[in-house]
């Protein structure tokens, strides 16, 4: 099992340009989240989905937009990339949800310049 | 606004010491917790979580939960360098099903 994978691992984009966050998934989770980690600043949630088909906002949705067509796939869109969104991004898969184990992937160091 | 509160560090123990980390929450009604582990450049891994009041032991980790003082804890006893890392608490919202809410981490320092 890879676990959870993500691409790319680094990526720099300029002002205005859009970009898409590939995550996988091979454990057959129905659940997963996208975060962010800023530095001094915790894990915030983005978009979680709970089944292919069905997604909904976290904490810090404005920015981003996400799609779950498979349940493997939970692919993060960035459109008009902002200085704000520069950050780490990291996916992560749950089997029961958020109430139990969420496993991470290496995640996405994104600069916007 | 959901908050979970951590000291950030570092919190430096010599090797072979218990090292203590704490965390606060808001949400009175938060029934999940979690200690995550992060090194440095690489993504959380879950150590511990509990649910119940009172401690939960695996290994050299204990987690401590007080949900009446809102107040959680994590000892790891017999401190090794290889435990140098940012210790993630986090807490599952009472009101939004899948959203965790994560401090911003706790930086242990095992010295050698």
């Known amino acids: 099992n890879a676990g959870v994978t993500q691409t790319p691992k680094f990526r720099i984009l300029k002002i205005g340009q859009s970009m898409t966050l590939q995550c996988t998934q091979d454990?057959?989770?129905?659940?997963m989240y996208w975060y962010r980690q800023d530095p001094g600043m915790g894990l915030k949630l983005i978009y979680y989905?709970?089944?292919?088909?069905?997604?909904d906002k976290g904490e810090v949705p404005n920015g981003y937009n996400v799609s779950r067509s498979t349940t493997e796939d939970f692919p993060l869109r960035l459109e008009l990339a902002a200085p704000s969104q520069t950050s780490v991004y990291f996916c992560?898969?749950?089997?029961?949800?958020?109430?139990?184990?969420?496993?991470f992937g290496p995640g996405t160091r994104l600069t916007v310049t | 606004q959901k908050e979970v509160e951590q000291n950030s560090g570092p919190l430096s123990v010599p090797e072979g010491a218990i090292a203590s980390l704490n965390c606060t929450y808001s949400?009175?009604?938060?029934?999940?917790f979690f200690w995550y582990r992060q090194y440095s450049g690489k993504s959380p891994e879950l150590i511990m979580f509990?649910?119940?009041?009172g401690d939960k032991e695996d290994g050299r980790f204990t987690a401590q939960l007080n949900k009446a003082s809102q107040y959680v804890s994590l000892l790891i006893r017999d401190s090794q360098p290889s435990d140098s890392a940012t210790y993630l608490c986090?807490?599952?919202?009472?009101?939004?099903?899948?959203?965790?809410?994560f401090g911003i981490g706790t930086k242990l320092q095992v010295i050698p």
């Open positions: 986090a807490v599952l919202n009472s009101g939004g099903y899948q959203k965790v809410t």
């Open positions: 949400d009175r009604g938060s029934q999940s």
């Open positions: 509990i649910y119940s009041n």
């Open positions: 454990m057959n989770h129905n659940y």
């Open positions: 989905s709970v089944g292919a088909g069905i997604t």
């Open positions: 992560a898969s749950s089997s029961r949800g958020a109430a139990y184990e969420q496993y």
